[in-house]
């Protein structure tokens, strides 16, 4: 069973830096994509920062004050957050996506809170 368990959250003033974490275990053979999503209220769900097949990308919106990175020996993978705004606000979650004999997977974290205040 793949469990995606997220930590680091919290209340940050705006200028404030978080660094989030996720925990990867179970069977995750061929990924092809495992990165950060957050949704606000009242928004959809929408991608800050992840690694794909196509290399590493981010979110307009958080490019050069984010930074994802991945450490494939203990299977985490984790979002330093600096220059934080208000806007940053909202519930973070991990996401991996994959393919397994030819069907492909996708799973979710919990998600973590994260809020800025101004």
């Known amino acids: 069973q793949v469990q995606l368990v997220e930590s680091g959250g919290g209340l940050v003033q705006a200028g404030g830096s978080l660094r989030l974490s996720c925990a990867v275990s179970g069977r995750t053979f061929s990924l092809t994509a495992i990165g950060w999503y957050r949704q606000a209220p009242g928004n959809q769900r929408e991608l800050v920062a992840g690694?794909?097949?196509?290399?590493?990308n981010y979110a307009d919106s958080v490019k050069g004050r984010f930074t994802i990175s991945r450490d494939n020996a203990k299977d985490t993978v984790d979002l330093q957050m600096n220059s934080l705004k208000p806007e940053d606000t909202g519930i973070y979650y991990c996401?991996?996506?994959?393919?397994?004999?030819?069907?492909?997977?996708?799973?979710w974290g919990q998600g973590t809170q994260v809020t800025v205040s101004s």
């Open positions: 690694f794909s097949e196509a290399g590493r």
């Open positions: 996401n991996i996506k994959g393919r397994d004999f030819g069907a492909e997977y996708e799973y």
